[in-house]
């Protein structure tokens, strides 16, 4: 199974240079139609449901205090553990929102049940660690 950091590099490699928070929403939403398309996940770490929308904690590790990320930044990654099928998934969401702002990403997975279910409890200013089910990213994205 490929890692988190596997599809942070394929996405790179495919986008360039783009903001760590743009780069975490992108990974959230290949995750989450891969487990719709292609039922099954892409890779197995938690995404949690932070202030600024979903987070794989292994890659925030990797960028934090950086603004910019480019491929080098995953250079331990390795895109050919990925599945043709999810590189498939993964091209179609660059497509779709690869042209989207961070913010407007942002925005858009608070407005969506899995991430805004996750932080029940939590007030804005309170990071959270609660984690975003794969399962209600399967059923939430499924009924779109």
């Not at 390795?78 to 989207?100: A, C, L, Q, R």
């Not at 925005?107 to 984690?131: C, F, I, V």
């Amino acid at each position: 199974m490929a890692s988190a950091v596997d599809v942070a590099r394929y996405i790179l490699q495919k986008t360039g240079p783009i903001s760590a928070m743009k780069l975490q929403k992108l990974v959230y939403y290949s995750q989450a139609w891969a487990l719709v398309w292609d039922d099954e996940p892409i890779f197995d770490e938690e995404i949690e449901a932070w202030a600024n929308g979903p987070v794989v904690r292994k890659l925030y590790e990797t960028h934090r205090e950086m603004f910019t990320v480019t491929p080098n930044t995953y250079a331990n990654g390795n895109p050919s553990h990925i599945k043709d099928k999810h590189k498939e998934t993964i091209d179609i969401v660059i497509k779709e929102f690869g042209g989207k702002s961070a913010q407007w990403l942002s925005d858009q997975t608070h407005s969506e049940r899995p991430w805004r279910d996750a932080r029940k409890g939590l007030d804005d200013s309170n990071r959270g660690s609660k984690t975003i089910s794969q399962e209600a990213m399967a059923e939430y994205y499924g009924s779109l």
